[in-house]
């Protein structure tokens, strides 16, 4: 009421009567002494810094419960004393969706993504798989109790070294795909770091859908004594996915008949994959021509990598 008597120099009645409030309540001014309040909240927050309006009115419920304080007063006292509980925000990282061209030929994209076991032992074991989103080949199973940025490079190095290098890797927002290591080694390799948005899975949904076939059909029905049997029994059972498990989305091929098609000149044109629905979000795959990393490498780490 005051900052609008002063901003527009009204009268109190021009005020009141636009506001449709009476001027008594203008005038009013409380005769409440809540100083013994005021005091009391202050000695229980000093002990309970995080307690909130809540719970310090149930303490003082319990020092003086015949008193029966009302929480509303508590709560008018508590925000005039400056006693809220101040709570952080999460930072949320921002990603924007990026379009996704049709795949046509192997290399063009991978997915990555990692999984988790736990062995006989009690000994976590994490997974690290590499999905080509073309052809549906696993390209590796790198299975460990632990897997940083340098080992994840290290893996991908080594089907390079085999395969070639792809245009563009899809994966989440983990921090070993966020590191300034992972993202220098993929503007030194020239490979476009694409990274979902997050909370939205189905943006890698090659590799996730890959997960759900590696944990119903291996890790969910077999025992692993310690790491290094179950380094034995995934790479058998990646064998068997690559080579004779038949692939819906390939016309219930295998990935390696539909990758030995798609290598051959001849059969490449008799290629054909099954077409997506029309609710599907986001297409199929990323463009074969790699679009610009994410982070750019300060010139002190391009030395060291």
Same mark, same amino acid.
């Given at each position: ?6 901003? *527009? ?5 021009? !005020? ?22 005021? +005091? ?7 002990? /309970?810094?995080? $307690? ?14 015949? =008193?029966?304080?009302?929480? /509303? ?17 999460? /930072? ?21 993504? $990692? ?12 997974? $690290?798989?590499? !999905? ?12 460990? =109790?632990?897997? #940083?940025? &340098? ?58 859908? *890959? ?16 790491? *290094? ?21 390939? +016309?219930?091929?295998? #990935? ?12 490449? =044109? /008799? ?12 297409? =199929? ?13 300060? #010139? &002190?780490?391009? !030395?060291?990598?």
């Amino acid at each position: 009421m005051r900052r609008l008597r002063e901003e *527009f120099l009204a009268s109190e009645r021009r !005020v009141c009567g636009l506001m449709e409030i009476p001027r008594m309540s203008c005038r009013y001014r409380s005769r409440r002494d809540d100083s013994v309040l005021r +005091g009391r909240l202050i000695e229980l927050a000093r002990e /309970k810094p995080r $307690f909130g309006y809540r719970r310090l009115h149930v303490l003082l419920c319990r020092d003086e419960p015949e =008193s029966r304080i009302n929480h /509303k007063r508590v709560w008018r006292v508590y925000r005039g004393l400056g006693l809220a509980v101040r709570r952080t925000r999460r /930072k949320r990282l921002a990603r924007v969706l990026r379009p996704r061209p049709m795949l046509t030929a192997p290399n063009q994209e991978w997915a990555i993504d $990692f999984a988790s076991d736990v062995a006989a032992s009690g000994r976590r074991l994490r997974i $690290f798989s590499v !999905v080509d989103c073309y052809t549906r080949e696993c390209l590796t199973l790198e299975v460990d =109790s632990s897997m #940083p940025s &340098r080992r994840v490079t290290r893996a991908l190095a080594a089907i390079i070294e085999t395969r070639g290098a792809p245009a563009a890797i899809r994966s989440d927002n983990g921090p070993e795909m966020t590191s300034r290591h992972y993202l220098a080694w993929c503007i030194e390799k020239r490979i476009d770091a694409i990274h979902i948005q997050p909370g939205k899975p189905t943006q890698n949904a090659h590799v996730e859908s *890959f997960h759900g076939r590696l944990r119903d059909e291996c890790l969910n029905v077999s025992w692993f004594w310690n790491l *290094f049997d179950a380094r034995r029994q995934i790479a058998a059972w990646r064998m068997e996915y690559n080579r004779e498990r038949p692939h819906s989305a390939l +016309g219930y091929l295998t #990935p390696a008949e539909f990758a030995a098609r798609a290598a051959s000149p001849s059969q490449a =044109s /008799k290629i054909t994959r099954p077409g997506l629905g029309k609710g599907y979000p986001d297409g =199929s795959a990323v463009a074969a021509a790699p679009a610009p990393a994410l982070t750019q490498t300060r #010139p &002190r780490e391009e !030395v060291l990598i």
